[in-house]
């Protein structure tokens, strides 16, 4: 378990990354400029975006402004299930945005619908993963069946899945089935995109340890090995979410959030990946 905001875990190929990351959907211009900086600032040192977010520009910039080393940061993004004909050009269009010439983390944002599509762009970013333009290359929204359809084909595990997990909706089986295989996984929406924080048992639990609901959300994450990318555009928020390595939960406490867990239809708050993108 990470002891800080700015320590690594080691994937299973042997690579490091931040076991905290700064999440960027759903935030554009000057107010996620501001934010990226702040978290930086803060020693967030993974920074989570996409193709789909259409900031990649933006957080390169703020990157850029920020003043930390290039090999100080881990910055990640995703191409989405319609550029895999042409993962390369997707890759490439990430890179110039950022502004950068090559990436620490690509995704396999989703899996789709078409395997042999996904198969070949996964391939096809191998080689590029190779030729140096990608350290860490990984996949996201993927479940046991798409899991297991990769290690079929190429021999082994994706390193990395990015995948919805929060208390009301834990994933436990996919989480344990990536924990059986070392695949690290990302806890994307690790706030329950703010719901969670109304929870009466994470109110209570804030209220006896002195912290926030964000906070004890968090620190469940760290807690169960997750690794959380909580967004925020609130200079306090991104602090807050920061401020979670001086406290931990007891096993009973953690136990008590899994018992939130709802059945997916009611816990998710995204899409299922066996239906979206269609
Ligand atoms: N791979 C995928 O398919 C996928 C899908 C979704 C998300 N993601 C990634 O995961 C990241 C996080 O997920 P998310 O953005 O959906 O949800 P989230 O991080 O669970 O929640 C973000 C929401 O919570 C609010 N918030 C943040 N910190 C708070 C605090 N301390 N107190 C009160 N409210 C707070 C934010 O508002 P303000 O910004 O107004 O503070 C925002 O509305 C994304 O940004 C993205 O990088 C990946």
Known sequence: MVENISATVKLHDGADMPGFGFGCYKASGPELALAVREAVACGYRYIDTASYYHNEDTVGEALRHSGLAREKLFVLSKIWPAEYDEPVRALDQSLRLLGLDYLDGYLLHWPGQDNARRL??????????????????????????????????????????????????????????????????????????????????????????????????????????????????????????????????????????DGLHLSDDQGRMGPDPLLYPR
């Open 120 to 257: 070949r762009a996964f391939e096809q970013l191998l080689r590029q993963k190779e030729a140096g333009k990608i350290r860490v290359l990984g996949v996201s929204n993927f479940l046991e069946v798409q899991l297991s359809e990769l290690h079929d084909v190429f021999g082994f595990w994706p390193v990395i899945n990015q995948i919805e997990v929060h208390p009301l909706f834990s994933q436990a089986g996919l989480c344990r089935f990536c924990a059986q295989w070392g695949i690290q996984v990302i806890s994307w929406s690790p706030l329950g995109r703010g719901r969670e924080m109304e929870n009466a048992l994470v109110r209570g639990l804030a209220a006896d340890l002195g912290r926030t609901p964000a906070q004890i959300l968090l620190r469940w994450h760290l807690e169960k090995g997750l690794l959380p990318i909580p967004k925020s555009v609130h200079v306090q928020r991104v602090r807050e979410n920061a401020a979670v390595f001086d406290f931990r939960l007891t096993p009973e406490q953690v136990e008590a959030l």
